[in-house]
């Protein structure tokens, strides 16, 4: 079954540091996304894109970050100046279809680690 | 904005029991409802998907969920579990656009 692979598992960084989270989505599928989870919270929509553009963004995505899909295949995060408050599990998705009936297929996630 | 609730966030069940997971979101606006599962170190995965029709669905490995417009929510069941059931489950719901809203998780574990 096709799937979304996320690298890296875990990273590890010191506050400042600029990291990437990297992401590549199933191959037949136009819409990607960008959610996090903080350990104990809920996970939340950071940002969705199609077209090689920002299509849905939420105020958690303020200028700190960015994404990027630079070639056919991968689908990047990143985070300019990591704050400890960065420290999260980030999702990466992928659907076929607009909209909310489509179903996400999500990765397995990076756990980002801010010290 | 919505809001979605998952009211446990451990359920600890023995094998061959029932289990109902709990979910209520806070918009009457017309909805779509997910319920997604993770097991340990992967991705969060579909499980079933409420859309229009028929208020109950059902997902391949015996869960089941009911759509209640009144009470806002959409409980997830299952007869009997497994151990192989123990994982986390995330409620979530979407009004149409891409993003998706999501509960803050129940981690069920199976107790042999």
């Known amino acids: 079954e096709p799937e979304v692979t996320q690298t890296p598992s875990h990273q590890v960084t010191q506050m400042g540091q600029e990291v990437i989270l990297r992401c590549v989505p199933i191959?037949?599928?136009?819409?990607f996304y960008w959610y996090r989870q903080i350990l104990g919270q809920k996970v939340e929509f950071l940002v969705s894109?199609?077209?090689?553009?920002?299509?849905?963004k939420s105020e958690i995505f303020d200028d700190q970050f960015s994404v990027e899909r630079p070639d056919g295949s991968n689908f990047t995060l990143k985070i300019r100046s990591t704050k400890l408050e960065d420290s999260a599990m980030y999702f990466c998705?992928?659907?076929?279809?607009?909209?909310?009936?489509?179903?996400?297929?999500f990765g397995s996630g990076t756990r980002l680690t801010v010290v | 904005a919505q809001s979605v609730t998952q009211l446990d966030s451990q359920v600890p069940v023995f094998e061959e029991a029932p289990v109902e997971l709990r979910c209520n979101y806070s918009?009457?606006?017309?909805?779509?409802l997910f319920w997604y599962v993770q097991y340990p170190n992967q991705g969060l995965q579909l499980l079933l998907k409420?859309?229009?029709?028929?208020?109950l669905v059902e997902s391949i490995n015996g869960f089941e969920a009911e759509f209640n417009k009144s009470q806002t929510s959409f409980h997830l069941r299952k007869p009997s579990v497994h151990i192989s059931d123990t994982a986390e489950y995330f409620c979530?719901?979407?009004?149409?656009?891409?993003?998706?809203?999501f509960g803050t998780g129940t981690s069920l574990t199976v107790i042999p």
């Open positions: 998705a992928s659907s076929d279809r607009w909209g909310g009936q489509a179903g996400y297929t």
């Open positions: 191959s037949n599928h136009l819409y």
């Open positions: 894109f199609y077209n090689n553009e920002i299509s849905e």
């Open positions: 918009s009457s606006v017309s909805v779509y």
């Open positions: 409420y859309l229009s029709g028929s208020t």
């Open positions: 979530a719901v979407s009004e149409g656009g891409n993003q998706f809203y």
